[in-house]
């Protein structure tokens, strides 16, 4: 990649302004909801009345030419949305000396954000490119701004509205506790998106926001200092081994973080939540775990392999109540996420992740 830094292009290809590469990203979008609303569907009757196994859907679809051509898409819109011409990685390097000079974070308030440079980052984590992102989430100084941009179209479907998930969730959260937490523990935060929502809900509150990713952390230490969140302490650090003190939370929450573990490791950040939590302290995950019938499995499972997610399946495959009540939570709930009005109803046929809460109570 370039390092022209002139804002306008990417050094080689004085074609890619900010103006083609909203285009282009806009028109992968609407292929992906032409993906979403009628690919899927399709398939989706091709298999009715569905069978009980996934194997039995994978006899029925995996030499499909109909779900090879769904497949490809889903891959290959992805690639184009991360590495093609207009994709968000040569758009984001075009204008790297600019963003990285953003992310000095010599303004912020000592203690809001803490790096630790040196430290070893787990191999599952390094081993893949996930989301199809070159170079993870962590190994570019503006890794954090290609993964924002990126993060707006996770969920086709909320379009403009993409951060209502994460408000959904605290909103939900916010709902199921019995006051305000003075204390909670956002795991895996990334920029902050899944932070931000529980800064605002709970002013008040310490709010630790941990992850790995440098870059990730110092764009949401820089977006939570202008939005004046001053409650929030962006740190690097596995969350699975924090370091924050025994029975110190009142709330330990995560999003989109457990999948992407193998399940050794989300068995540590289950028992890492239980250890911060204060006794009668909740942890409230958000995860993709409850799936509905066997397609859905079908589907889920080519979903994590075409994403480079490869501990999607793993997850879901998972007995997750026996592990909580193993560790001994109580109070375990674990439910399907309704991540926009009517996401559930049996009227919609279209493609959605299969959002669940992953919630529990560690007795007082
Ligand atoms: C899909 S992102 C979700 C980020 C954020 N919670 C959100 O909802 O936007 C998953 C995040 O998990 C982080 N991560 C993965 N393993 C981790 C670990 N062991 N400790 C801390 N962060 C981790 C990644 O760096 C990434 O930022």
Redesign the pocket.
């Known amino acids: 990649m370039s390092r022209s830094g002139g804002g306008k292009g990417d050094g080689r290809d004085p074609g890619l302004t900010g103006r083609s590469f909203t285009a282009a990203q806009s028109f992968l979008l609407d292929v992906k909801l032409r993906w979403t609303h009628d690919m899927f569907p399709a398939l989706r009757d091709r298999v009715a009345p569905c069978p009980d196994a996934v194997e039995g859907v994978a006899a029925l679809l995996e030499n499909d030419p109909d779900y090879r051509l769904f497949a490809w898409f889903e891959r290959h819109l992805q690639r184009l949305k991360y590495s093609g011409r207009y994709g968000l990685y040569p758009y984001h390097a075009g204008q790297r000396d600019r963003l990285e000079a953003s992310l000095s974070g010599e303004d912020l308030p000592a203690g809001m954000l803490t790096l630790s440079p040196d430290m070893d980052l ?1 191999r ?2 390094t081993g893949t490119d ?2 199809q992102h070159p170079g ?3 190994s570019d100084p503006i890794a954090g701004f290609v ?1 924002e941009r990126g ?1 707006r179209s ?1 969920t086709p479907t909320l379009g403009a509205k993409h951060a209502d ?2 408000t959904r969730f605290t909103d939900k959260v916010a709902s199921d506790l019995n006051g305000a937490p003075a204390t909670v523990f ?10 931000m929502p529980f800064a605002a809900t709970y002013p008040d509150a310490d709010i630790v926001a ?4 440098e870059p ?1 952390l110092r764009l949401g230490a820089r977006t939570a200092h202008e939005a004046q969140r001053h409650n929030l302490r962006f740190v690097q ?6 370091g924050l003190p025994e029975d110190s939370q009142d709330l330990v929450t ?4 457990l ?3 193998p399940p050794n ?1 989300v068995e ?2 289950l028992r890492e939540s239980f250890r911060v939590l204060k006794p009668g302290g909740r942890m409230a995950h ?1 995860d993709f775990y409850l799936l509905p019938d066997a397609f859905a499995r079908f589907i889920h499972y080519g979903h994590g392999r075409r994403n480079n997610e490869p501990f999607m399946r793993p997850l879901a495959e998972m007995d997750l109540p026996a592990v909580l009540t193993e560790i001994g939570f109580t109070d375990i709930a674990i439910k399907p996420f309704e991540e926009s009005p009517g996401a559930l109803a049996a009227e919609n046929r279209s493609w959605r992740f299969p959002w669940t809460t992953i919630s529990a109570t560690k007795p007082g």
């Open positions: 787990p599952y984590y996930i989301h993870g989430v962590w993964y993060a996770t998930l994460h956002d795991m895996a935060c990334g920029f902050g998106k899944s932070t941990m992850d790995l990713s990730c650090r596995d969350a699975t081994e924090s995560s999003t989109m973080f999948h992407e573990m490791w540590k950040a958000l």
